[in-house]
């Protein structure tokens, strides 16, 4: 399978740049497909943010045949529980991701946040959030954004979904 993001950056970069504590993680960077671990960065009331690894590609609902790497449907049952609640809100580094056959990035960020979502069912996973306007394309937060979409409820949380990932 090709990948689909690549993290060209080690935990401890990824903890400098994103304000986390890399908390032990040992990644050095490279591609990531789905079904492959990766960081993401969560937050908690005492330790603040921090880096798990975490497989990427959530287990499929009921029925389900296929991990779900992408969150494109927020009013999924299946996704509910996890947008509603702070604690299952994770921030997805990357320093590249994929459209088609075309790698794209941020020249002015060495590593960009994207919104995801974790759950500890059968495996700990997470998915990350695509674009309303651009289901191929993952919601891309800016920096003054990370806490909002960590922290903040629902509705203020959906504006960085619904809109360009901007705190606005």
């Known amino acids: 399978m090709s990948p689909a993001y690549r993290l060209s950056a080690t935990a401890s970069q990824i903890a400098d ?13 490279g591609e990531v497909v789905p079904g492959g671990y990766a960081p993401v960065i969560v937050k908690d009331r ?11 590609g959530v ?7 296929h991990l779900v790497p992408f969150l494109r449907n927020l009013e999924s049952p299946f996704w509910i529980g ?24 941020d020249a002015a ?3 960009i946040a994207c919104a995801g979502i974790w759950r500890d069912s059968e495996i700990p996973s997470f998915a990350i959030l ?3 306007l ?9 920096p003054d954004a990370f806490d909002t979409w960590l ?18």
């Open 82 to 105: 996890p947008l509603h609640h702070t604690q299952f809100r994770c921030l997805v580094p990357m320093t590249h991701f994929r459209k088609g056959n075309d790698w794209f990035t």
């Open 17 to 29: 740049f994103m304000r986390a504590d890399a908390a032990g993680d040992v990644w050095q960077g």
């Open 134 to 142: 651009s289901r191929a394309l993952p919601v891309i937060l800016q």
């Open 151 to 168: 922290g903040a409820d629902i509705k203020t949380a959906r504006h960085l979904v619904d809109g360009s990932g901007d705190a606005g």
């Open 130 to 132: 695509t674009s309303r």
């Open 46 to 56: 005492e330790k603040g943010r921090y880096i798990v690894p975490r497989q990427w």
């Open 109 to 111: 960020q060495p590593i």
């Open 59 to 65: 287990p499929p609902p009921p029925r389900g045949e």
